[in-house]
């Protein structure tokens, strides 16, 4: 009987606890979803710019020339990043630079009054994220951190004194090791690049990015004067299809996040809000039905309303190239909704 008595008391020990167990995890879901009604958006509406890769017009089968030209005078774009390519400007040698087409880029910039992130070092934005020449990845570790370095001083120096020039990005989400066709982070190292922009340019902020559904912000939010963010929305995967972020992280997330790291909201920049396809296999191999999968008109308006919450004073359109080339393709849907983006 006693036996008996002990059991059913450590039965109903173990009830209770599954049962508080389960209040405690159903409390932490209503207040994850809770997170979804707040609206951190700002009395002044946010500024809009894009991401430029010369690189990825021509992956595309693009003008990489008329594509910048028309997101500068047709789009009316005034914020812009553009990725600087390692293996273009120095593709054989340290010795042999060719800065035309970054110097043709800047300078229509220029001419516009547009304002640039330059991102900068071997890790910038578009696959495979490392852009390395095949000369400077043969070197032994030490030569190879000093050609680095000498290729960041000649962009420093030469672009510094242009009054396009807004903000200097240093490698792109650096700490993301999972993501990329690159080496483990050096965090040695990005401090050196970092120090060296600095030392060189004392007037221009430096910018270093993380992951915004991945990244802690932790490593990143002392290491440069902007925090820069992504946010991706539908992602694609080889085992598991299409995820939907929309579900389960709500844009208090990355306001959030920003405050409980110490960073403070003016310092944080989307420098990739997804405005584009994310596939399964390559963008360009990929039907054109599959990729609305991912990205259409509607997830588009969708994805701008939702940065618009996080409550970030700048967000940068990561797509631009596409929208040109669906155009193309016949379908102009794309450039048309971000032409009243950027007209309002």
């Not at 020039?165 to 690159?182: R, S, T």
């Not at 990005?190 to 600095?198: D, G, K, T």
Request: charged letters at 25%; proline letters at 5%.
């Amino acid at each position: 009987m006693a036996k008996l008595r002990v059991k059913m008391v450590l039965k109903n020990r173990k009830m209770k606890w599954f049962i508080w167990v389960g209040l405690i995890f159903l409390l932490l879901i209503a207040v994850w979803y809770s997170l979804f009604l707040l609206d951190f958006s700002s009395s002044n509406p946010p500024s809009f710019g894009v991401s430029f890769a010369a690189a990825q017009a021509e992956y595309l089968g693009l003008n990489p020339k008329e594509t910048y030209l028309a997101i500068l005078d047709d789009l009316k774009v005034r914020n812009i990043r553009i990725s600087v390519y390692w293996n273009r400007i120095e593709p054989r040698s340290k010795e042999e630079n060719d800065f035309t087409e970054l110097d043709w880029q800047v300078k229509e910039a220029e001419k516009r009054g547009v304002k640039l992130i330059l991102a900068i070092g071997q890790r910038v934005p578009r696959w495979p994220e490392c852009h390395t020449p095949e000369w400077a990845s043969k070197l032994p570790d030490k030569q190879f951190q000093e050609a680095l370095l000498n290729y960041l001083q000649k962009i420093v120096l030469r672009y510094r004194g242009s009054p396009a020039l807004k903000i200097w990005q240093v490698e792109n989400e650096p700490f993301l090791d999972l993501f990329g066709d690159c080496p483990k982070h050096n965090k040695k190292l990005l401090l050196q690049e970092i120090s060296l922009v600095r030392s060189l340019d004392g007037r221009h902020p430096i910018m270093v990015t993380d992951s915004g559904e991945f990244g802690s912000w932790l490593r990143t939010k002392t290491l440069s004067d902007y925090l820069g963010t992504s946010i991706y929305r539908v992602v694609a995967q080889s085992w598991f299809g299409y995820i939907k972020y929309g579900g389960f992280i709500p844009p208090a997330y990355y306001h959030l996040k920003a405050r409980l790291v110490g960073k403070p909201i003016d310092q944080v920049i989307v420098s990739e809000l997804q405005a584009e396809p994310w596939t399964r296999k390559e963008l360009i191999k990929t039907p054109i039905s599959e990729q609305y999968r991912s990205m259409n008109l509607v997830q588009l308006r969708k994805n701008v309303e939702f940065a618009k919450r996080t409550g970030f004073g700048e967000i940068y359109l990561w797509g631009a190239e596409w929208w040109y080339w669906m155009k193309k393709q016949g379908d102009p849907g794309f450039w048309e909704e971000a032409k009243r983006l950027f007209e309002g």
